[in-house]
């Protein structure tokens, strides 16, 4: 597949490739903090660190809760996703100024998968903000599929996404958007043919991130859009953290 490896001329990109914490303010003058983590207890390291009066929306990479727990394992680790879960909320009942955008695993019920998610925490109180619609390969059989876009559809300027929704986008975006957040753990695959070798991951992964962000911004007159990544064990890149804006 050909990506164009450019961002659109009336776009601008800025990016932060490293973990750890950076901020911008939207075009609403609405904060913006973006904590991007390997681990969950990085994460957590950074959240305890955050200023008191930290206010605005905290995003979080995708599935942050459970960095150390392969997929296959994760409906038998209920009772412990739920735990760091319970531990967060007892942390952020100290920054009871700022929602916070958290990935993790979430259970319906007595069902034995998961959605892969997006919970906010407001005050220590967690509720589920949207569900992850387009699985990729190493996530289906794992995790269930949101059944329809119904979570992404919120009545509010700003839309929540989880990684490879970014992908369908277009499709899945309200009009009145204006604003995107994206939880991610951003990953391509490769190829394999043996006339085929596969441009590496630095170049493969941010010229498929850019493509995305062409096509949202094509598709919607979003104004701005922020990606807090994480990467999978799988590739030495850093983050593809970055802020993506419209140019006036």
């Not at 006339?195 to 701005?224: G, S, W």
């Not at 030495?236 to 804006?245: A, G, S, Y």
């Amino acid at each position: 597949m050909l990506f164009r490896t450019m961002p659109r001329p009336n776009l601008e990109i800025t990016w932060y490739r490293q973990n750890g914490v950076f901020n911008f303010t939207n075009s609403d003058d609405e904060l913006v903090t973006g904590v991007s983590a390997q681990t969950w207890e990085d994460y957590l390291d950074h959240i305890e660190n955050l200023p008191s009066k930290v206010s605005g929306q905290v995003i979080s990479p995708e599935l942050i809760t459970i960095t150390d727990i392969p997929f296959e394992k994760v409906a038998r680790s209920r009772q412990e996703i739920g735990e760091r879960i319970l531990q967060l909320c007892e942390i952020l009942h100290d920054l009871p100024n700022a929602d916070f955008m958290v990935g993790t695993p979430s259970f319906c019920g007595d069902t034995e998968l998961p959605y892969n998610t997006l919970v906010k925490i407001t005050n220590g109180q967690c509720e589920t903000k949207s569900r992850k619609w387009l699985l990729t390969l190493s996530e289906e059989g794992n995790f269930r599929p949101a059944l329809t876009t119904q979570t992404l559809q919120q009545p509010y300027s700003t839309q929540s996404l989880i990684c490879a929704d970014m992908v369908v986008a277009p499709s899945l975006l309200r009009e009145d958007t204006r604003h995107v957040q994206v939880s991610a753990c951003w990953a391509t695959p490769g190829f394999s043919h043996p006339n085929y070798q596969p441009p590496p991951d630095e170049k493969r992964y941010t010229d498929a991130m850019i493509y995305a962000i062409n096509q949202l911004f094509t598709a919607h007159l979003v104004r701005d859009l922020v990606v807090v990544d994480r990467t999978p064990p799988t590739t030495k890149i850093p983050p593809l953290n970055c802020v993506v804006q419209r140019k006036i």
